[in-house]
Every structure is written in C-alpha cells, then in structure tokens.
DNA sequence: CGTCCGATTGATGCGGGTCAAATTGGGTGG
DNA sequence: CCACCCAATTTGACCCGCATCAATCGGACG
C-alpha cells in the first residue's frame, strides 16, 4: 500500500533503441577534450547507440566530482544519460540554502524535456561519464519510433511519483525516519531487496540537504543507529545494514525505538 | 532565475483535440447517477469533446466535497480532468500523518499514466466536476494524433517542476516564508500577477498538509501577517494582499520582517 | 610527520509542535 | 427572521526536536 519508492534518481528509459550500449567501451569525448576518463581504459567506440533513423544521436563527455553540468536557469539544450558516476540535482534560496531533489546514477537521463530554462542545477557528486542527446535527437525518436514518447511519459512519471513521495518525506518525517528511509531505499537499489553494505557516494552535506537536515544531525542520527546496533559504519561513506527488521519499523515510524 | 512556480494543481494539457469543451453546459452523468451537479444547471451536452478518431471518449461524473475519487493503491483506471471545482492528491503514513503533494484545479488533468496502482489518493476539496478518460482513450491519442504524446511529456515535466520546487519549500522554507509563497502562487494563478484577492477553497488543515506544518502554525502565521498589515483576512477563506512588495520578500526570506 | 577537509561530538537556543481553551461564523430548525 | 449548534479557526501556554555555534577527531595526501 506504501510503496516507499523514495527519490534518489531519475528517468531510467530502458528502450533498446536508445541510450548508451552497457559496458561499451570509449575514447574520445566531447567538450574539455579529456582523452580519457576517470578509472577507464581506453578504447573504441566513441558515440552512444541511440539512433534516430540510423544516425548515432549521443555524444559522449566526463565531468570531475564537483564540476557542474547546468544550472538553473541556464537554457536547456538536450538531455543526458549517466553512464558511470552520479549527479545532483538542486535548487537554491537567494540566501543558499539548498535543497536536493535527486540523485542521478548510472543508466539513468537527465533533463530530458528541452524547453526553456534548466529548472535546477546539475553537478557531479562523484567524477561522471556521460552521453548527451540533443533535443533534435528526442524529438524524431517520439515521431518516428512507436511506444518511445509513451517509454518516456512513464518514465517521467516515475519520477513525478518518486518526487511526491519524496515530499511525504520531507513534510512529515521526523529525522530518524528521514535518515532510515534513505538508508533502505539506496539498499534497495544497490542489490536488490537486501543489499548487506550500502554505499554512500554523497557526502554528508548531499544527504542533509537531501532530507531536509542538518550536516550535524545526519551524523547524529547515523551515530545513534550505530550504538543502538541498527546499523554498522566501516567507514563514513559505507553502511552495513544490520537489523534490517529494526531498520523497516523506524522508516515508518521513528517511536518505534522503545521496543 | 528562481521561478517559484509552485505546486498547486497538475497538468494543464491544453491540447484542442481532446479535453472538455470550456464553458460546455451538461446533463447526465456516470456513476452515482445524479441528474443535476452542484451549482450547474441542466442542460445539453453529456460527455466530453475528447476524441480519437471522431468518437468522444469522454464521461461526466460529479463528486461531492469530501469524496474520495480514488485512493493509493487502487488499480489505475484512466484520467480525469477537472472540469469544475478543486481535488486535493495526498500520499500517507501508516500512523495517519498526511502530505498533500497537490490541488487540482479547473482545466486541469490528474491520474494520466494509467499503468499499475493509484500512487496517491485524490479527494474532493470542493463539489467536483469530472471528466473521466480511459485509458485506451489516451493510449489512441498519443499513437494517432501527432504532437500529443510531447504535449503529455511536457504537462508532466511541468508537473514534476513544481513538485521539486514544492521539495525546496518542504526542506528547507521557514514558516512564514511556505504560508507567503503559498499565498503568492494562489494569487498568480487567481488572478495573473496582481489579484488583490486570493481564495482559500481548502480549510486550514489542508493548507497545513500541504506545506508541512499543522493547523495552528498556518492559522499563527496568517494572524501575524494580518496584523502587521501585510494581508487582511474578511472571511478565513478570502486573503487580501495588501502590501504586495513586503510579501515578496518574506516569500523568499522570512527574516525581512525586519524592514 | 604535518596539513587539511569532512565527519563527529558537545552545549545551548529557538521555531514550530502539542495540548488545551476560547471564539467565530455558516447552516439548520423553530 | 432569529436563536442555536457544531465544526473550523484562532489564541494561549508549554515543551521538544532539531538547528546553531563551537570544538575535536580522523583519515587522505603531500
């Protein structure tokens, strides 16, 4: 009834037609003409698969952990597809504040709908390869292939969902169940239903800015899962998963704690 | 650069081959069987223009305030538009803490993307009438009339836009600035930049579930802005802006009360 | 070995939640 | 038309969870 599918991502398309051939390698790409990519070998195929009438449509580009891809505001010009990295997705206050709307990891597009103004900002959380589409490219896949414009509304729906519950979160969580809920959802993700070690490649100011927190009490609230068993933290950037029961009660409700 | 666009209502389709003829008089509706709808007379024409090859797949049906159109969960069964009044969509947790992601109103469409279970429930906020689309309906449109599918995407988009904007709200706005931005998208959309009043169709409880507070933080909030003269308050369901420049600022950071 | 940046931990304060009571006003029946 | 009733709103008193400010820790890198 709850399906808890928590926001930690975008559109994920999954048409054979389109997108980036998995574990193709690359050479060359696009833009600050870096010849090789972040922990990639060289290799072959320089563009990405997505045809539109036989011609490849995507070129391929690297982005450093921090650098940005857009931001809000600027003009939209095609949409991306993470092939190895993840991206932020943000909006700011005048003031700075900042507020994450997602996380975008591999195999998954980005900014996709290219009217207009950037609504958000994209940046690098960890260093990226990417595959830009220009917005010629998605306009003829929706005329000329069947079942892609309806591939991409759902697509976008999905994410509409995962905003909305995402709101659930941010409007009525106390940080306890913040925290818990995105610890399962990355597990989730990660490796199925239970994942024994979830990776976080965000640091702790991505997630309180993500859960609608604090940097403090993000590592607070991790800390006390922590001594209370719930949890194990090897390192800072990983979690080991370790009364999952526990866990599931405090997701939906944090008083759960007593028993 | 930062829109502040909101998230009151859903997609605004706008596409001449399909919807409800605007302004259309009607009779007979589906379901309850009622003959006459709130506030409507009766008249001529019983179903929607929306058509797919000539025939109209379009069905009126009304809803009293407080009724529930469908509920999270529920198997997805088509789309509706709003033809009059206003719906409120809200996900919940299991112990009754209540997040309304949206208001749907006039001319707007709410449940497209008829795949799978209803993600969230959908209640009337006020006398409702509806116009219901199946989903066959949609799937017709989208394979036979060009340029259907991108105006769905793109109603979407918009959708998912302001639903991450609403996120920026829930995460990390004080109190006085979600009741003022509140206030501030009502108005725009009531009445282009400058309605000097803005309606309230939903109670306080509602107004409090959608920008994560409670009953009495929103009744404070808006006592305190009447009382320093920056709105008035003729009926609790009525708001006049009166100082429009100071609104502006508290919107977007609340510690301007000190101008 | 020293520097630096992110994470953790501690002390304190405040914004908004909670509980409780008073007030308002719209709808109904006399 | 008026009085009553009830639900919604408003107001008040108090408290708590999380933010804020500040100091310390710890691992990565030169």
């Known amino acids: 009834m709850f399906t808890q599918a928590g926001y930690v991502g975008k559109s994920k398309l999954d048409f054979p037609e389109f997108g980036v051939a998995r574990g193709t ?26 045809r539109a009438g036989g011609a490849a449509c995507g070129v391929l580009q690297t982005k450093r ?5 857009f931001s809000q505001g600027d003009r939209a010009d095609g949409a991306y597809e993470v092939v190895r990295g993840m991206l932020r997705l943000y ?5 700075g504040r900042r507020q994450i709307t997602g996380f975008v990891s591999t195999g998954e597009l980005v900014g996709v709908t290219p009217n207009g103004a950037r609504p958000y900002t994209a940046e690098a959380v960890t260093d990226l390869v990417l595959c830009r589409f220009p917005p010629a490219a998605f306009d003829r896949m929706i005329d000329e292939q069947p079942g892609f414009a309806r591939r991409l509304l759902s697509a976008t729906a999905d994410d509409l969902d995962a905003a909305q519950e995402q709101m659930l979160l941010l409007g009525r969580m106390t940080a306890v169940e913040k925290v818990v809920s995105f610890l399962l959802v990355l597990a989730k993700r990660q490796g199925g239903v239970l994942a024994r070690f979830v990776d976080l490649p965000m640091g702790r100011n991505d997630i309180a800015d993500y859960l609608g927190l604090t940097i403090e009490t993000v590592s607070r609230t991790l800390s006390r899962l922590k001594q209370a068993g719930s ?11 370790r009364d999952i029961r526990r866990l599931e009660m405090l997701a939906h409700d944090g008083a759960a ?3």
Chains 1, 2 share one sequence.
């Open 25 to 50: 390698p690359w050479r060359s790409v696009e833009g600050t003409g870096r010849e090789q990519g972040p922990e990639l070998g060289a290799a072959s195929e320089p563009r990405c698969r997505g």
């Open 65 to 69: 952990a921090g650098e940005m891809l």
């Open 91 to 95: 909006k700011m206050l005048p003031d």
């Open 231 to 241: 949890i194990g933290l090897p390192t800072p950037t990983r979690v080991e998963i």
């Open 257 to 259: 704690a007593a028993a």
